[in-house]
């Protein structure tokens, strides 16, 4: 396997990390094959060598570092929701897709932190999520979570420069991926 890089998150992808968070993922990663950066969810257009250009913080505008931040919380927020709902999964495999979605949320939440400059993802105050005490609440409420984070890269697209609008593509993408995978543990549910 060659090392290929992803442009989205920075990260390197090699032998030893290309099957992480597998479950999130439509099609699967192999070791001659990469269609996936393991740490974001990034799909193969997004992936380049190890010299290619990463994006980075650049001297953005109020507005642009503001979308930034909201984009970032956004992230966090679905994160720490994928946490806990790995807790109360009473699934195996949603416990394992839960956790592994957890992972690829923060790592989004890094990106938007490295674009903007910011010192440190925020601390948000955690919700009650005990009123999705089933796996089918817990499904249907990470789809709208997916929906709505794709909603929110829609909504904000035209607004922030073209680097960052491939930024939002490739998330985009993988939020519609995340949608599908939520339809497809939900008709096995």
Request: net charge negative.
């Amino acid at each position: 396997m060659t090392k290929s890089k992803c442009l989205i998150c920075g990260m390197t992808i090699n032998n030893k990390n290309y099957q992480l968070n597998a479950s999130t993922f439509t099609d699967e990663n192999t070791d001659q094959l990469i269609l996936r950066c393991p740490f974001c969810g990034a799909m193969e257009t997004h992936l380049g060598s190890q010299d290619e250009h990463v994006y980075a913080a650049e001297g953005h505008s109020y507005k642009v570092q503001k979308i930034l931040d909201m984009a970032m919380k956004l992230e966090v927020f679905n994160s720490e929701f994928y946490e806990e709902a790995s807790k109360q999964a009473k699934s195996k495999d949603l416990h394992v897709l839960f956790q592994e979605l957890s992972k690829i949320e923060w790592m989004h939440a890094s990106v938007h932190k490295i674009l903007g400059g910011f010192d440190a993802l925020p601390s948000l105050r955690l919700p009650d999520y005990s009123r999705h005490h089933t796996d089918a609440l817990l499904l249907a409420e990470a789809h709208k979570r997916e929906i709505h984070a794709i909603a929110f890269y829609k909504r904000y697209y035209d607004q922030v420069p073209e680097v960052i609008q491939k930024i939002f593509r490739g998330l985009m993408e993988v939020e519609t991926e995340h949608v599908k995978i939520t339809e497809i543990q939900a008709k096995g549910d």
